[in-house]
């Protein structure tokens, strides 16, 4: 008898197709034109762009089935999220209540249980039993990975690393039928390059998705909302270029005060190049904003979703390039607060002003501004439905 050794059983097979078995099928949007089921993509912009509201509002109409801002709709389906950067329960959460979720359809990515052992979800590592656990679930249309930098398990400023942490992604994608949006961020001190080019990390991470969005802030123009644009950078399944305007809004969830969450408002479709429509707002933000109106900004933004320790933000400042002391000195102009977390706990920082909210205080009061809306919290949801989501003992 022949024995075959290790080695021989090992051996890697390469299959083969040929292309008379494989007939061409069509791209399947969940929004024409933005985001395709059975591909990775992503979505970028300097911290505080509003990347991660532009997410949750996106998995917002995918789980209801609501209207995109082009006004198209989207076919409901269930939405998997995981985040190693935001807090389900006081930023996720409230955030998709407030975008009008159907939070039945919504899913979060709690963990990992290996044998007894409970540990935190690894992107690079934990994959194959994310898509296991996905198939279990019924119509998963959009899942989202943020940061999507966690998939590299090695250097993510080398392409073959990149390529080989991400491919996992674009397999499931194709595997499962669902669209996979990543969320990563811009490199510091990129401004006036390729959008591509200003991705954080390898080219890699621009050229393996089949599309690539990009979110920046633009300083007010003579009204109360920040403008920001949101345009393709990159689109291997239809036309590149193009985008929308957003404003990002803020406010109290009906009957509770304490939880704040923020939302996005569509203005006006943009029609132009990526390159060039980033680079006419980011120099309008230059012009107008100056280095005291970016600290301003940088503070706003990072408390539009919910406080944040004196630590976070100390994070985010160098994280920022922006010295601590300049934060302290425009805190005030901000129109920022502080106070203890309780006896024993630390301090933090919050809004004091906050832009006019959109949600109504009286049954007369029932309609938002004049601006198209991705997707609204629904008037009807139960105030002890929306406590019920928020402190759920499974989120």
Request: hydrophobic letters at 40%; charged letters at 25%.
């Amino acid at each position: 008898m022949t024995r075959r050794n290790r080695n021989d059983q090992e051996r890697a097979e390469v299959l083969l197709a040929s292309a008379n078995e494989l007939p061409p099928q069509p791209i399947d949007w969940l929004w024409e034109g933005w985001l395709a089921t059975k591909c990775l993509q992503l979505i970028a912009g300097a911290p505080g762009a509003g990347k991660t509201t532009l997410a949750m509002t996106m998995a917002a109409a995918v789980s209801r089935g609501g209207q995109m801002p082009d006004g198209s709709h989207v076919e409901a389906g269930c939405v998997v999220i995981w985040s190693g950067e935001d807090d389900y329960r006081t930023t996720l959460v409230p955030r998709l209540l407030a975008a009008g979720a159907d939070m039945t359809r919504i899913t979060f990515v709690m963990g990992v249980r290996r044998g007894d052992e409970k540990l935190s979800f690894d992107p690079a590592r934990d994959l194959p039993e994310l898509h296991a656990a996905i198939r279990l679930l019924p119509d998963v249309r959009l899942i989202i990975i943020d940061p999507v930098v966690s998939a590299v398990a090695k250097d993510s400023n080398q392409n073959s690393d990149v390529r080989r942490g991400l491919q996992p992604l674009v397999d499931m994608a194709a595997a499962l039928g669902a669209a996979v949006l990543g969320i990563t961020h811009f490199s510091k001190g990129t401004q006036g390059r390729e959008p591509l080019e200003r991705l954080t990390g390898s080219l890699a991470f621009g050229a393996v998705p089949r599309l690539v969005m990009v979110a920046v802030r633009q300083s007010p123009s003579g009204d109360r909302l920040e403008r920001r644009i949101l345009v393709r950078a990159k689109s291997n399944n239809g036309p590149d270029g193009d985008g929308f305007e957003f404003h990002l809004r803020n406010g109290e969830l009906p009957d509770h005060p304490n939880i704040q969450a923020s939302w996005v408002e569509w203005g006006p479709p943009l029609k132009g190049t990526a390159r060039a429509l980033l680079a006419e707002a980011e120099m309008e933000a230059y012009a107008q904003a100056g280095p005291v109106g970016e600290v301003v900004a940088f503070l706003r933004d990072m408390l539009s979703g919910r406080p944040q320790s004196v630590e976070e933000l100390k994070q985010a400042a160098a994280e920022a390039g922006v010295a601590w002391r300049t934060i302290e000195r425009q805190k005030k102009r901000a129109g920022v607060g502080s106070r203890k977390r309780g006896m024993g706990g630390g301090w933090e920082w919050f809004l004091i002003h906050e832009p006019e909210s959109r949600f109504p205080k009286t049954a007369e009061d029932t309609h938002p501004l004049d601006l198209v809306p991705f997707g609204g919290l629904r008037e009807s949801l139960p105030s002890e439905e929306i406590a019920e989501a928020v402190h759920r003992e499974d989120f």
